[in-house]
Nanobody, 126 residues
Framework: QVELVESGGGLAQAGGSLRLSCAAS?????????LGWFRQAPGKEREFLAA????????YYAESVKGRFTISRDNAKNTVYLQMNSLKPEDTAVYIC??????????????????WGQGTQVAVSS
């Protein structure tokens, strides 16, 4: 099982931006079908944000972040990014990277992913 390591979290002001990174430590992302970003706020369920198919580059977004967040990948660096713009206080959560080895049409369900990072905290102040 690959280890996923997130970075880039921190404190931002409302309207600001942050870029999160997710790197694989043991296995190339090219061996995976899809990489995704989720977030979880205290007392809430894990929420899908965005996903990218490694081979095709096709991207998918939750309606709540479409137009504000952008997922991308760097094949050479074996890294996936989540660029977050126009941040809102309600974006405060732990942001978690996930990966899946097998193909599935489903991209927004947490149980469909079989590798997870530890998460990185994002806090947005008003």
């Amino acid at each position: 099982q690959v280890e996923l390591v997130e970075s880039g979290g921190g404190l931002a002001q409302a309207g600001g931006s942050l870029r999160l990174s997710c790197a694989a430590s043991q296995r190339a992302f090219s061996n995976y079908d899809i990489l995704g970003w989720f977030r979880q706020a205290p007392g809430k369920e894990r929420e899908f944000l965005a996903a990218i198919r490694w081979s095709s580059g096709n991207t998918y977004y939750a309606e709540s972040v479409k137009g504000r967040f952008t997922i991308s990948r760097d094949n050479a660096k074996n890294t996936v990014y989540l660029q977050m713009n126009s941040l809102k206080p309600e974006d405060t959560a732990v942001y978690i990277c996930a990966a899946r080895t097998y193909y599935s049409e489903i991209y927004n369900q947490a149980h469909e992913y079989n590798s997870w990072g530890q998460g990185t905290q994002v806090a947005v102040s008003s």
